[in-house]
Antibody, heavy 116, light 111 residues
Framework: QVQLQESGPGLVKPSETLSLTCTISGGSFTNYYWSWIRQPPGKGLEWIGYIFENGITNYNPSLKSRVSISIDTSKNQFSLNLSSVIVADTAVYYC??????????WGQGTLVSVSS | QSALTQPPSASGSPGQSVTISCTGTSSDVGGYNYVSWYQQYPGKPPKLIIFDVTERPSGVPDRFSGSKSGNTASLTVSGLQAEDEADYYCSSYAGSYRFGVFGTGTKVTVL
């Protein structure tokens, strides 16, 4: 059973960069893609982007100019950078494993607040 | 990109059935057989319960079923149980440029 765990700062100042890492255990990178998805408090889910083992990425067009996702298979990790954050970027950020066009395993999520 | 439209709430008594709709367009729900459904309890991550419109992951009760007609997908929960009270989100592939899109979410209440 694969396990995913998000880590990173819980508080980021406006205009700075939000950086999160997802550590994967008990599973392989092969034949999956790895996603970041967020959920503002009390609201719905939003895809941020995903990355394949070979480094190919795809980003939500609405966030594309500010998002970067990278992967380090030697550390069993993939990471999210979201630049120039604003208060509206406050959300629970989930990492998830994707197969086909669905996500079958999710991390527990980490709340990131954007505030000065 | 616009979210898929779901009713904000749905309810039913134990043992009854409840159906949740998920309406999109021909560019997402109607264009691909890649609709998935997620169940989410408060403070917990979403859990996949339906993928590829009708398929259930291992361990998901067969009380949960999915279907699609045109631009609208549906999730039916039969034989409602207290543990089914949760938020439910649909999601659909929307082409490589539009990426993936989620529904607005439906809160299911077991009366």
């Amino acid at each position: 059973q694969v396990q995913l765990q998000e880590s990173g700062p819980g508080l980021v100042k406006p205009s700075e960069t939000l950086s999160l890492t997802c550590t994967i255990s008990g599973g392989s990178f092969t034949n999956y893609y790895w996603s970041w998805i967020r959920q503002p408090p009390g609201k719905g889910l939003e895809w941020i982007g995903y990355i394949f083992e070979n480094g190919i990425t795809n980003y939500n067009p609405s966030l594309k100019s500010r998002v970067s996702i990278s992967i380090d298979t030697s550390k069993n990790q993939f990471s999210l950078n979201l630049s120039s954050v604003i208060v509206a970027d406050t959300a629970v950020y989930y990492c998830a494993r994707g197969k086909g066009w669905y996500s079958d395993d999710w991390g527990q999520g980490t709340l990131v607040s954007v505030s000065s | 990109q616009s979210a898929l439209t779901q009713p904000p709430s749905a309810s039913g008594s134990p043992g009854q059935s409840v159906t949740i709709s998920c309406t999109g367009t021909s560019s997402d729900v109607g264009g691909y057989n890649y609709v998935s459904w997620y169940q989410q309890y408060p403070g917990k991550p979403p859990k996949l319960i339906i993928f590829d419109v009708t398929e259930r992951p291992s361990g998901v009760p067969d009380r949960f079923s999915g279907s699609k007609s045109g631009n609208t997908a549906s999730l039916t929960v039969s034989g409602l149980q207290a543990e089914d009270e949760a938020d439910y989100y649909c999601s659909s592939y929307a082409g490589s440029y539009r990426f993936g899109v989620f529904g607005t979410g439906t809160k299911v209440t077991v009366l």
